[in-house]
Structure formats: structure tokens, C-alpha cells
């Protein structure tokens, strides 16, 4: 286990006035067995007045509404300390019947996985079930853990990540095309890979962080850690196993969970609008730095809110 502090900082600079929408914000993750949330700041410039929301999936989310007053800047910060307790890349301790593919969910589990299992993106000639499907062991049943394991290697050694900051996530069938994308993307396309095998699958934001890098541990100043996006596929028995493809990891050890969803425009960490002259030019700065805590003592281990927006707010609770 690990106690951390995340720091993750946005900013936004408009090179012309421009008035802000509503902004819908996904930094505080969700209390778990491998995750304990110990504390959580949200600080918004300009003022703003925050409402948290639960959405359908469980997520957290905070809204911040601004005054219509013209700006030239939007800056986000968000702190928080939690307890990190990560699952390792082992083989999962899956029920025997789904232990080879093809399977079939229980019916009680079944018409709640519906949606995660259904495909959401077009397949022309089939290209995303064919890519799939090279990831199978052969006729008689392929062990399902180790074909997920392979799609998710394969996807780390055969394309090439490339940064895009473009908004959105490009259609799985257009990673294969084009050999690359970004984190998102890789995610997009193992959630629709498992899907082509009848596995339910959904998509995660959070942060990937290697404890292995850190050089300043010993004198406890932060390091970098970096927005990431990965997916899970529900495995019965093992319940929701995480796999990132962009890195090549199985299970969560360095992986930090925020916020979960069916397809990615549903777990965007940040989404917003704001009204401004056509094309007006946008500079974007986004820093996470990550640090351990010291360990606790026991009456020191209670979980605290603090929740602001350097105005009017409604504290998490």
C-alpha cells in the first residue's frame, strides 16, 4: 500500500476575452478496496460555484458555473491524498466456466453487462473482429485471461503511440488503419477487440504512475505522473481486470483509478464549453505531480473534504 498526493493542475489561456459554460469535472475518484480516498481539493480560477453530481456509472463529478463576465484564463487545480493498494499482474481467480473463450455471463450478471458487451463503433470489413480474433489459441477454446493479455501486448508492440490533441478518440477501425493513436485510442480499441469476443468491456481515466522512476522519493519532493486512459473487461469470479495497453500492464500497481465509463466521451476529465470569437487560439498547460505521504497514525487515518472553488461552493460529501 502507498499513500500519495496528486496534484493536477490545467490551465487554459484564450488569446481574446471569451465567456465560460458550465464545466463538468471527473478528478475525485471512487472509494474501493484497492483505492481509499483520504482527502480532495478542487480550487477553480475564476470564481466558481460547484455542485457534485453522481453520474450513472458511480462517478463522481463536480460542475462549476462562472458568472458571465468575460475571461481570459480557466485554471483547475486538484489535490488529493489517498491510500493506493495495487492489484498485481497475476492470473485472476476466474470462474472455471469462463476461464476459456467462448463463455456466456450468468443471467443474473448478464443483463447488467449488456451494454458493455455490445459493439459501439462500426467494423467495416470487419476489421477489428479479424484483429481480434489472431489473439485466440485455436479452435478447441482459447484461455481467456491469456488472450486478453496477449491483445494487450500486441497492441503495446505492433502500433505507434503518437500524442493528439485533437478532442475526442478516433474509431478503433482507424487505429488499425493508421498503426497508432494515443492512450485513448489503444483503450478504445482493446474494449472493442473484447467485445468482438463477446466480453464486456469499459473505458478508465486516471493516472499512470511508476514508483520504480521516482529520484526525489528520499528527499519527498513531487514527481511526474501523467493523465492516462486504459479499460477493464469483466471477468466472473475476478470481477472488473484492468489492462492498459498503451504500456503493455496488466492489473492496477501503477495504474490510479479516477473514473469509469461505457465509452470514452462518458469519463473526460475535463468538459466544457465557453463562447468567444470564431478560431480564437487556446494555450493549454496540464501538470500532475505526484509525491508519497508519510504513513499514518492510527487516529490520524480519517478521511477529510476539502472541496472549494475560490468562491461560492458545495462542499463534497
Known amino acids: 500500500m502507498r499513500r500519495l498526493e496528486i496534484v493536477h493542475r490545467t490551465r487554459y489561456d484564450y488569446a481574446e476575452p471569451v465567456r465560460l459554460g458550465d464545466y463538468r469535472l471527473m478528478f475525485r475518484p471512487r472509494d474501493s478496496h484497492d483505492l481509499r480516498l483520504l482527502h480532495t481539493g478542487l480550487a477553480i480560477e475564476p470564481a466558481a460555484t460547484v455542485r457534485w453530481i453522481h453520474d450513472p456509472f458511480g462517478n463522481s463529478i463536480a460542475i462549476a458555473s462562472f458568472a458571465d463576465s468575460p475571461v481570459q484564463a480557466l485554471e483547475f487545480v486538484s489535490t488529493i491524498h489517498l491510500e493506493h493498494f495495487a492489484m498485481p499482474p497475476d492470473q485472476p481467480a476466474i470462474e472455471e466456466y469462463a476461464r476459456t473463450l467462448p463463455f456466456s455471463y450468468l443471467a443474473e450478471e448478464a443483463p447488467d453487462l449488456a451494454r458493455y458487451v455490445e459493439r459501439h463503433y462500426p467494423d467495416p470489413n470487419a476489421m477489428v473482429s479479424n484483429w481480434a480474433k489472431q489473439f485466440l489459441e485455436g479452435e478447441g477454446g482459447s484461455d481467456t485471461f491469456g488472450t486478453l493479455v496477449r491483445m494487450c501486448k500486441g497492441i503495446q508492440e505492433n502500433l505507434t503511440y503518437a500524442m493528439r490533441f485533437e478532442i475526442g478518440t478516433q474509431p478503433p477501425a482507424t487505429t488499425l488503419e493508421t498503426g497508432g493513436g494515443t492512450c485513448r485510442d489503444y483503450a478504445l480499441l482493446m474494449m472493442e ?26 528527499e519527498n519532493r513531487p514527481n511526474s505522473a501523467f493523465p492516462h486512459a486504459w479499460m477493464e473487461v469483466y471477468l466472473p469470479g475476478a470481477g472488473w481486470v484492468e489492462f492498459d495497453p498503451t504500456n503493455g500492464i ?29 478560431g480564437v487560439g487556446i494555450e493549454t498547460l496540464v501538470d500532475v505531480k505526484v509525491r508519497t505521504l508519510p504513513p499514518s497514525s492510527p487516529s490520524s487515518c480519517e478521511s477529510k473534504d476539502d472541496a472549494t472553488a475560490i468562491a461560492t461552493t458545495t462542499p463534497a460529501a
Open 193 to 218: 477487440g473484447a467485445r468482438s469476443l463477446s466480453l464486456a468491456a469499459r473505458f478508465i481515466t486516471g493516472y499512470l504512475y511508476d514508483p520504480a522512476l521516482d529520484k526525489d522519493e528520499a
Open 250 to 278: 496488466v492489473g492496477s500497481e501503477r495504474l490510479i483509478r479516477v473514473a469509469v465509463g461505457r465509452d470514452p466521451e462518458q469519463a473526460m476529465p475535463i468538459k466544457g464549453t465557453f463562447t468567444g470569437a470564431a
